[in-house]
């Protein structure tokens, strides 16, 4: 198949006409069903703590949330959770970017989870230091995601403040993690305030380019308790929409762009459509589904974005039928 360059990416993002993007997501469809094959693929997800230093323009959880009321997974928590992913093969641990998630105490945890479930372990933990991420490595665990969300580096840097002495630069932290033999996932957010159609055709140039073995793209939504959520959008009809259909045209994209790679039906693109949307991701390109383990008391408090932990519920109903 030969690959599109970035005036056919460009024309993809633009296009309005939608018998010609059914186009692109057949052929998302047909190349997802060659690479990758009709199997589709459940991580469990455990949202283990929402403590974060960071403070993140567009997320729900960062630290300028002070009103939010933090948690953090005991050990035994996980352990519960990460045996319902049994089932699945693989668990994702996620939380903000929380030093009370101690380097040894992680390491403790990858290993019983090792030891008690034999599950793959996938980590998605924030920017930790790289001795943190080898020594998890170390510990046992597979995977790691961090989504580098714009390839744009100032409107990157607009969103994420760094830590004072501690510049963010997650493409480093990704190569990194290669170095140290994880499989890597990243991916960004669809319709960022500011976010340009030709920004977002450097990303997918970049999912290619890094050669990433995950890759997570969903929409944009604002959360009103955050900064981002009263930011002008880009000047000039530059502006990405955060709507269903352009994440479905950047997750065909994708496809397009990785073959091979593992693509989630994301739980914002959920969000967006309510119903049925995690079929449609499916359809468009994507092969991953990650049901959300977090307990109840604990998921409503990952509210990442507005409607997350509700949608979550309905998606887990769905998946209980
Ligand atoms: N809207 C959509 N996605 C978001 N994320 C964080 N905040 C939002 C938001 N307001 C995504 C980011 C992050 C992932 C865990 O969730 O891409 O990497």
Redesign the pocket.
Same mark, same amino acid.
Request: hydrophobic content about 30%.
């Given at each position: 198949m030969t690959w599109l360059n970035g005036q056919d990416i460009l024309c993809w993002l633009r296009a309005t006409n939608e018998e010609r993007l059914e186009d692109l997501f057949r052929l998302a469809d047909a190349t997802r069903r060659q690479y990758v094959g009709d199997k589709v693929h459940l991580r469990g997800l455990v949202e283990v703590s929402n403590h974060c230093v960071r403070r !993140?323009a &567009? !997320? +729900?959880v960062s630290a300028h949330r002070a009103d939010l009321v933090r948690y953090r997974m005991t050990q035994d928590e996980i352990l519960d959770c990460a045996r319902k992913a049994v089932e699945y093969g693989t668990v994702v641990l996620?939380a903000g970017e929380d030093y009370g998630l101690t380097t040894e105490w992680v390491a403790e945890l990858i290993r019983r989870i090792k030891r008690e479930t034999g599950v793959v372990v996938t980590l998605?933990l924030g920017e930790r230091p790289d001795e943190d991420l080898a020594a998890w490595k170390q510990a046992g665990a597979d995977r790691y #995601?961090?989504?580098f969300?714009t390839s744009d580096p100032d409107l990157y840097e607009q969103i994420h403040p760094s830590l004072p002495g501690r510049p963010s630069d997650r493409f480093a932290i990704l190569r990194t993690l290669k170095r140290l033999g994880y499989e890597v996932g990243s +991916?960004?957010?669809v319709g960022i305030p500011g976010q340009t159609f030709e920004s977002l055709v450097a990303d997918i140039e970049v999912f290619r380019e890094l050669q990433l073995d995950m890759i +997570?793209v +969903?929409?944009? %939504? @604002?959360?009103p308790a *955050?900064p #981002?959520a009263s930011c002008p959008p880009a000047p000039d009809g530059r502006q990405v929409p955060?709507t269903e259909l352009m994440a479905c045209k950047v997750l065909a994209l994708t496809r397009l762009a990785r073959p091979d790679a593992n693509i989630p039906s *994301?739980t @914002?693109l959920a *969000?967006l459509r309510h119903d049925s949307a995690v079929d449609l991701g499916l359809s468009r390109g994507a092969n991953v589904v990650m049901p959300n383990l977090t307990p109840a008391r604990y998921r409503c408090l990952y509210e %990442? &974005?507005?409607g997350k932990g509700a949608c979550l519920q309905r998606q887990t109903q769905r998946q209980a039928q």
């Open positions: !993140c &567009y !997320c +729900g996620q998605s #995601l961090l989504r969300e +991916g960004v957010m +997570g +969903g929409p944009y %939504i @604002a959360h *955050t #981002l955060n *994301t @914002a *969000t %990442i &974005y507005p």
